[in-house]
């Protein structure tokens, strides 16, 4: 076989698979189980009625088992629409403006595809949720970046940011764990008229807000739809991480941009899982808070037991300031807790960790209690 294809020697590491080795080899030296705070993976899976709703479609008949329609059942880009009207004061037009994807991650890739030339800029915040970089590579971008400046919330100065072809922001944003402050979408917006480039907001947490805070789109700052568009998942608001659902919506360009890519690279979306989205997009919305609550239980246990900074105004993970001196490294091997090294998510991130809330209430007790413990130990 010839050698692989540049698209594909170009892909950087990936940070998550690199982690997970790295963890895997630390138990394997034996020692006390590890106390994982490292993955981002919802801890509880979706409500009743979405897996009733799943198994009833699947059992109805041979038709849903079918090549689905390749552009997405209109019921479900109406569901997604109805939740952005109804929660987030958007209106869409469910046919042009809403793409089915599998996945945000899968839509991460596809949009720089749809909108960054070969050759061209992908314009990345720093810290950032790693996939946007295999996203870049795949197209051919070139990366740049703003810093993200914890003074002013992780908030990007886009006064002072190069052009680009596009941009991607992310809040409630993983890893930082802030919710978008004042003022940023609406820059955002500035940019893309300035530069002519594009914003793609990654929209994955929405919904996942603490202490009464409510889940902001970036598609309700005046001219964003002009723009730009926003990524929605199924994954984190309603557990459903596996299924592989997700929504690009926003301007009816780049959603056409989409739909093209799904013309011809995939087929549709199974029909029950859509099926089972609109369960839980437009039934009962119980699940929802109970995350939220416990997300917000497990951040004040975190909180309570370091000295801080501990930021998490949403998302399921705490953002936190490590001790100088204190490394994700050490945690793992001398304290025995896994954390995500925020380095990884970018130079700005030297010096803190993400720590996952997604786990149960015995696990983040432990985890607090470990790192307080190495905290406290930390040279001064
Ligand atoms: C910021 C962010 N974007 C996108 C994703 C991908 O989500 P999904 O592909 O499940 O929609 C994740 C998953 O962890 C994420 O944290």
Redesign the pocket.
């Known amino acids: 076989m010839r050698a692989r294809p540049q698209r594909l020697e170009r892909l950087p590491e990936q940070y998550f698979v690199t982690l997970l080795g790295r963890v895997a080899e630390a138990a394997k030296r034996g020692g006390p189980p590890l106390v994982d705070l490292g993955r ?1 993976n919802p801890e509880v899976g979706p409500p009743v009625h979405v897996t009733a709703a799943l198994a009833a479609s699947a059992g109805g008949g041979a038709e849903v088992h079918g090549y689905s329609p390749i552009r997405g059942l209109a019921r479900t880009k109406e569901a997604i629409a109805g939740r952005y009207r109804n929660v987030y004061g958007v209106d869409l037009d469910p046919e042009r403006e809403v793409a089915l994807i599998p ?4 839509g ?1 890739v596809e949009l720089a595809l749809a909108l960054v030339e070969d050759g061209g800029t992908l314009l990345l915040p720093d810290p950032h ?1 790693p ?1 946007y970089t295999s996203g870049a590579a795949l197209a051919g971008a070139r990366i740049e970046t703003v810093p993200l400046d914890p003074d002013a919330g992780w908030a990007p100065d886009l006064d002072a940011a190069p052009a680009a072809e596009a941009l991607y922001l ?1 809040y409630p944003s ?1 890893p930082c764990a802030v919710c978008a402050p004042a003022g940023t979408f609406e820059a955002a917006v500035d940019w893309a008229e300035r530069t002519d480039g594009a914003v793609v907001h ?1 929209a ?1 947490y929405i919904d996942l807000v603490f202490d009464g805070r409510r889940p902001r789109s970036f598609l309700a700052t005046p001219g964003a739809r002009e723009v730009g568009v926003e990524m929605w ?1 199924m ?1 984190k608001s309603y557990g459903m ?1 596996g299924w592989r659902i ?1 929504f690009v919506v926003g301007n009816a360009e780049i959603v056409e941009r989409i739909n093209l890519l799904n013309d011809h690279a995939r087929v549709g979306i199974f029909e029950p899982l859509q099926r089972a989205a609109v369960a839980a997009l437009e039934g009962p919305q119980d699940s929802v808070a109970d995350r939220v609550a416990a997300y917000e239980r497990r951040r004040d246990v975190v909180a309570a037991a370091l000295p801080g900074p501990v930021v998490s105004e949403g998302t399921f993970f705490a953002w936190v300031r490590l001790p100088d001196g204190l490394t994700a490294e050490e945690l793992l091997e001398e304290h025995r807790v896994v954390v995500a090294p925020g380095e990884g998510f970018g130079p700005s991130g030297m010096g803190w960790a993400r720590l996952s809330l997604a786990v149960d209430d015995e696990t983040i007790e432990l985890g607090a209690e470990r790192l307080q413990h190495a905290f406290a130990g930390a040279p001064a």
């Open positions: 981002g996945g945000t991650k899968t991460i949720y996939d992310n993983n990654d994955a998942s994954s991480a997700g």
